[in-house]
DNA sequence: CATGCGTGGAT
DNA sequence: TATCCAAGCAT
């Protein structure tokens, strides 16, 4: 859950989650739906699939005990250098080192390193920097305190080095360069695009769409959408009919727009006209399709989008 | 190796 | 309001 995401924001989706699955078993033996339900809301949901493989994979393969060689703990999906080192220094002690956003920061500061910390270069010297600064005992407690270093202290606008218990042996603290380092990437433009959505309703019901492993929000429940012609400000009534025959299968008659709402999601900017339809016929084979009421959008797991959508609904049919 | 993946907090 | 940023990983 910690990864790429603040402690505050994990913590209320950290004391859910471990209260419904307390142990390995009991999340491996969970449906992905009820995993994804609780994730809901956290983002980068490949985590939360990643997570619900590794622990099947831990129980059919490690006896229910996650596994204590690094190797082999680096071989779970969504485990890879830093979260393997983080989980075997902190739970295990082993002598590992860390690398992460808060540890980038400090140790490029220290080192005043002023390449590109995410380049080939800068990997290489950080890692190193940080296993050489591993203690021989308490090497959790020490890769802890570096996080925890970088994300009090030493932080990305203006870092508190008067507090800082290592300033004097700080580089760029001593070149007076902490706001030029690290460098950071320049990141891809915001791009506006325009989507719609479809409730297509059926005797008090309405249509929702798993998306598949290759789009966004892979696995989720959501409303069918798709991409209007750029520039577009209205959704025609024969858009609406062709994609949703696209999507589904399903001949629709389109109705009335319902609202208009805007998501920002990576690197768009998404404008969502959200339109009602009727259902006529037909239908996908599948089990990418099902059709719930309203007040039965609860048990599944949707998108930001997709959970304004079913509350509107929800609060319409009041 | 660059890119895609999500959302919300902080400034 | 806009921008940056976050206990990264997989492809």
Redesign the pocket.
Known sequence: ??????????IPFFQRFISRFPDITSLASAEEDEVLRLW????????AR?LHSAAQQIVRNHNAQFPEDFSVA?S???????????ILS?ACNHKLP?L???T??VFSRLLAFRG?P???DG?QLLWSFAESVLPRKHVGDL??A???L??EIC????PNCATCPVHMLCAAHRQGAQALIPT?K???A?ENVTEAAIVIQRGGRVLLRR?SDQ??????WDFPRFATSPGQTAVSHQELIDNALQLTGMKIEASQHLTTMQ??????RITLQCHLARYVSGRKQGDHLCWRAPDELEQLPL???GRKIGRLLVNLNK
């Open positions: 859950m910690l990864q790429q995401t603040q402690v505050v924001t994990v809901e809301g956290l983002g980068y949901y490949r985590r990643n680096r779970l999906p969504g485990i890879g250098r830093y979260t393997a080192g983080a902190i860390i992460e956003a808060n980038v920061r590109v995410s380049e080939k990997q890769n802890q570096l996080m925890e970088g994300s932080v990305p606008r203006v950071k320049q990141r891809p915001i998306h789009e966004r929000w892979a696995g989720l998501h920002s999601v990576t690197r768009f998108n930001v989008t």
